[in-house]
């Protein structure tokens, strides 16, 4: 289904829910074999993955990034409370995922999740010299995360859902790791053609709608869109995993 990039949130929910399909189950004797998802983007990944780490820091630690510039104001957007499980996931240089182990504190946890081994190890070095024993580094995939059904209260994503190379199968393993009733945390690059740089445009796959029409779609619901004034790049959205989204996937 193609979004009109004019169209409100509010319309959007009632035009872009999960649809339901009628079909007939094959019959025991048949084995169907998972398929691979397509890649949206191949090879969007490359360059990061094996990327130089003091490179990569510098530049998302940069003040001529917003994120880097209002990194207080979008971890007070996120809200973690103390005692919660998150996975920031797309970790990055991790300074988000520093301050919000800060906010969960020594009875909450963190996982950071990248798939650049050199930037979980400098993510892993600052937690030690901050004495932050709550940060758990972990190595992803390109198509899952290695996170346990159940595991975590929130997963928060800062500019990593337009880097997902398999995002269907992606959001479906961070569905799984969410609690029922847990939430997820978004912030992406707005793209808004006369107004996003072409660089972005090319960069960025697609808008603000399509990303949420894609999260309904995989059986998220929308919470809503925080309001921080202090970012013009970047949106937050907070979604949340049904509470009886356990049931409805047993019945599957």
């Not at 971890?75 to 998150?86: H, I, K, N, Q, T």
């Not at 198509?143 to 346990?148: Q, R």
């Not at 992406?188 to 894609?214: C, Q």
Request: hydrophobic share 45%; charged share 25%.
């Amino acid at each position: 289904m193609r979004v009109a990039a004019c169209l409100p949130l509010s319309l959007l929910l009632a035009c872009a829910a999960p649809a339901t399909h009628a079909g007939t189950s094959p019959p025991a004797s048949e084995t169907v074999a998972p398929v691979r998802e397509a890649s949206v983007k191949p090879g969007i990944n490359d360059t990061w993955r094996d990327g130089d780490t003091k490179r990569l820091v510098r530049r998302l630690q940069s003040e001529s990034r917003e994120i880097w510039v209002h990194r207080a104001r979008v971890v007070a957007a996120v809200a973690a409370r103390p005692g919660m499980v998150v996975a920031d996931v797309g970790a990055g240089s991790g300074f988000l995922t520093l301050m919000l182990a800060q906010a969960v504190g020594a009875s909450g946890k963190v996982y950071a999740l990248d798939i650049n081994a050199g930037l979980l190890a400098n993510i892993a070095a600052e937690a030690r010299e901050s004495e932050l024993a709550n940060v758990e580094t972990m190595q992803t995939p390109e198509d899952h995360t290695p996170l346990a059904p159940g595991s975590v209260d929130l997963v928060f994503m800062c500019d990593a859902y337009h880097h997902f190379e398999y995002p269907r199968s992606m959001m479906r393993s961070i569905r799984a790791a969410l609690r029922p009733g847990g939430e997820l945390v978004l912030v992406e690059l707005e793209r808004i053609p006369g107004k996003t740089s072409k660089h972005m445009l090319d960069h960025v796959r697609a808008g603000k709608e399509v990303f949420l029409a894609e999260l309904l779609a995989d059986g998220f619901e929308l919470v809503r869109e925080e309001k921080v004034p202090e970012l013009a790049e970047n949106y937050v959205l907070r979604l949340r995993k049904p509470a009886d989204a356990g049931a409805a996937t047993a019945a599957r």
